[in-house]
């Protein structure tokens, strides 16, 4: 079965400025796809050649079997799309926009779209412009789904959602893929892809520099750590235990890395006088210092 997204060497140019270069990419039918990196990284210039919106400056785009430059209509028609920025008319209502979008592709499911707006807790009543940032994004995400396409493309989906609304996101994500659909999802945080997808590319710089499923990636994400005791202690048993990387003592306080299990530091941490235990996980421009050592490249477009 041909996948159902495939670039190679994909690239566009910004003139002196950066945009991608050589991204090969292959999303299978039926998967999540997590397509993760940095603001700037180059995701969305990926996504709008995808969609036909730009052109690349040299390699090809296939949705669905077909170059994207060649018949962007057709692919259109199948797929449901989710800009990272979604701006629209600010004196519809949020139900006019949402019928709207289903009358341009002739038509919808107008009970299954009522079951999205409910399951999202969108007030569909109010104008375009009342509506916050998360409430934005909801009416968004109905104009994509509620046609079940075949295909999904998400620009960063949760932005400005509340963690309830990004849980039912996930399951309606979830619903689509048991009913053989693909979701291809752009994002930079790391913990939204562990939840969701079954494949990530990571782009950094305009380049990919890693695909694999999400259980390898788990292997390069680390944790901060941070441990408040009431004495000072020594940092020596700590620095020994594998994983631990980046270690600062400061006073009282114990700051590291740690990748992988966190529970020897903790069984470390309780034989001392603890005071405070504080766990973060980094953001991926974080990782992207720590497993490559240097900063993120600058925005493209």
């Known amino acids: 079965m041909p996948p159902v997204i495939q670039t190679e060497r994909l690239t566009k140019s910004y003139g002196v400025h950066r945009g991608i270069v050589d991204v090969d990419l292959e999303v299978r039918e039926g998967e999540i796809f997590g397509f993760l990196g940095p603001n700037g990284a180059g995701k969305t210039t990926t996504i709008r050649i995808l969609l036909d919106l730009i052109r690349p400056s040299s390699g090809n785009a296939r949705v669905f079997g077909i170059v994207a430059a060649d018949d962007p209509v057709s692919i259109h028609r199948r797929i449901g799309y989710l800009p ?69 493309i998400l620009d960063e989906p949760t932005a400005g959602l509340d963690p309830l609304v990004q849980q039912t996101f996930n399951e309606l994500l979830f619903e689509a893929r048991a009913e053989g659909r693909t979701a291809f999802i752009s ?57 631990v990387t980046n270690l600062v003592v400061e ?51």
């Open 187 to 243: 994002s930079h945080i790391i913990s939204e892809v562990e939840r969701t997808c079954d494949r990530v590319a990571i782009i950094r710089d305009g380049r990919i520099v890693r695909l694999d499923t999400v259980e390898a990636l788990r292997e390069m994400a680390a944790h901060e750590v941070e441990l408040r005791f009431a004495e000072p202690v020594d940092p020596a048993p700590f620095e020994a235990v594998e994983g």
């Open 84 to 152: 990272g920025e979604f701006t629209l008319y600010d004196r519809l209502t949020g139900s006019e926009t949402i019928e709207y979008f289903a009358n341009l592709r002739g038509g919808f499911d107008r009970a299954y779209s009522g079951r999205l707006v409910e399951r999202l807790g969108l007030d569909p009543s109010r104008r375009f412009r009342e509506y916050s940032k998360g409430n934005k994004q909801k009416v968004g995400l109905v104009c994509a789904l509620q046609h079940r396409p075949e295909l999904l």
């Open 251 to 301: 006073d009282r306080t114990l700051r590291m890395l740690v990748t992988g299990p966190v529970a020897p530091v903790v069984r470390l941490a309780a034989a001392r006088d603890l005071v405070d235990f504080v766990s973060r996980e980094p953001s991926l421009e974080e990782v992207f210092l720590a497993e490559y050592g240097t900063a993120a490249g600058r925005p493209v477009v």
